[in-house]
C-alpha cells in the first residue's frame, strides 16, 4: 500500500510537487529535528522568502517577520492547531492549522498549514462597521419621534381625547419596538465581534430580577398572570456579572413568559443557589414551543412557529442574545418545554 | 433662580425636543449647534449643567469634554453625556475624561432626563 499513488504512476513526485506548489494554503513542513524541511510557494509568497530558507531550525523563524508570528503561535514544541486564527500583520489573517506526521509508528515531523482568511476578515468587518453605523443612525430619528410623542402623550401642549392618546400610545409602542430591535441589532453585531461583555462586578442578584419585575407589574396585572417568586431560606451571595446585561437576559426570560402565557395563566420565578453556581428559572403555563422548533430556539432571528402566529412582536434575537451574554459569563442556559402546556427557561451563573 | 442649562446638539429637532422639555420643568435654556459654539457659551454664561452630544460637526465631544476640563473656570461643571453612541468603549472613555454620567439617547424618556438633571442638580 506504500506510495500507492506513485508506485501505480498515477502522478510522478515532481508533479506531486507542482500540485503542492500550487495550493492556495501554504505549507510548511518541519522534520523530526523542527528544522523546515519544505515550504511550498504559497507560503514562501506570504512571507517574501525563497526556499534558501530551508534547514532553518524552527526557533530561527523569528528572523523573518510573518514567520515570527507563526512561531510564536506554534511554539518550540509545535502545538497541534485546529484552524487557529492569527493576525499576522494589518494585511494579513491566516488560520493556522499543525500536525504531527507519521508513517506507521514513526514520527516524520510537523505539517502546518496556513489558510489565507483576510478577504473573510475584511468583509466580515464591513458588515460589522455597517450595522453598527446604521444602527446608530437609525437611533437619532427614532429617539425624536420617541420623545416628540412623550411630549404630546404628556398633554403639555393640550389636552387629547380618547382616540387620540390611544393612537398615540400605539405609536409610541411601535416606535419602542423599533428602538428594541436597533440594540439587539446592535447587540448581535457586538457579540460576533467577540467584544460584548462590559465589568463584571459583584451584584445582587436578587435586586436585579426584582428591578425587571417591578417595570413588568403593570402587564402582569393587565393579563391577569398568577405570578409568585421563589427563594431560598438563605440570603443570596454576590455574583460578579456585568449588572446591565444580566438584567436585560431576566427582563428577556420573563417577557416571554408574560407575553407566550395564556390570559390568567400562572408564572413562577425562582432563585437558588449551591456551592458553585447561582440559578434562576421561570415558568409560564403559556403555548410552549413545539418540539420540531426547540433545537433552534437559540438562533439567531428564529421564532417557534406558534409564537409567530400568535404574537406578531418579537424580532427572534432575545433568546440568542441571551443565551450569549450567560456563556460569556460561564453560565449555562437551557429549557424543557411542552407544546400546549408551558414552558420553563433555566440559567446558572458562576459564583466562582 | 432656575438653572441653567446648556444643550450642545446638533440635531435640531432633539434640540427643540429637550429645550420644550427642560423649559416645562423650570429650567433656563442655552443651546448650541456644535462644540465651538458650546465651548464659547459655555465661557460667556456658566451654565450650572451641559447636556453634550457626541457626533457633532467641527469637533467631536469627547474634544469638547477634554477641553472643559482642562479649563479651569469650567472644569467644576457638570456635563451629562447625551448621544446615541453606547458602546462600552465610548462609555467608558466618556467616563473617564469626566463626564458625571453617560445616557443613551434611545433609552431615556425625556422625564428621565429631566430626572437625571434635577438629581445632579441636587435639586
Known sequence: MKNDIFSKKIISPEKALIVI?????????????????????????????????????????????????????????IKELDKKELEINKDMVLEVTSLSLFKEEEKLGYLVILHDITREKTIEKMKTDFVSLSAHQLRTPLSAINWALDTLLKERLGKLNDVQKKMLE???????????????????????????????????FLKIVQDVIKDYQEEIRKKEIQFEIQLPSKKLPKVKVDPE????????????????????GIMVISLNFDQNNLFFSVSDSGIGIPKEDQKNIFSKFFRASNASKLETEGNGLGLFVSKNIIEAHGGKIWFESEEGRGTTFYFSLPLK | MAKKILII?????????????????????????????????????????????????TIHGFEVLTQIKKDSSLESIPVLILSNLGQKEEIEKGLKLGATDFLIKAHFSLDEIVEKIKKVLSL
Open chain 1, 21 to 77: 506548489d500550487n495550493l492556495n494554503d501554504g505549507l510548511m513542513v518541519f522534520d523530526e529535528k523542527k528544522k523546515l524541511c519544505f515550504i511550498n510557494l504559497s507560503a514562501q509568497r506570504m512571507f517574501g522568502v525563497n526556499r534558501e530558507i530551508l534547514g532553518i531550525d524552527i526557533e530561527e523563524m523569528t528572523n523573518y517577520p510573518g514567520l515570527k508570528e507563526i512561531f510564536f503561535l506554534l511554539g518550540k514544541e
Open chain 2, 9 to 57: 446638539e446638533d440635531e435640531k429637532t432633539l434640540r427643540f425636543l429637550l429645550a420644550q422639555s427642560l423649559i416645562a420643568a423650570g429650567f433656563e435654556i442655552e443651546e448650541a449647534v456644535d462644540g465651538e459654539e458650546g465651548l464659547k457659551k459655555m465661557r460667556e454664561n456658566k451654565p450650572d449643567l451641559v447636556l453634550l452630544d457626541l457626533i457633532l460637526p
Open chain 1, 170 to 204: 400605539q405609536a409610541k409602542e411601535s416606535n419602542q419596538r423599533m428602538l428594541i430591535l436597533v440594540k439587539d441589532l446592535l447587540d448581535v453585531v457586538k457579540i460576533e465581534e467577540g467584544k460584548y461583555l462590559g465589568k463584571l462586578v459583584p451584584s445582587d
Open chain 1, 245 to 264: 446585561k444580566i438584567s436585560s437576559v431576566v427582563q428577556n426570560l420573563i417577557d416571554n413568559a408574560i407575553r407566550y402565557n395564556l390570559r390568567g
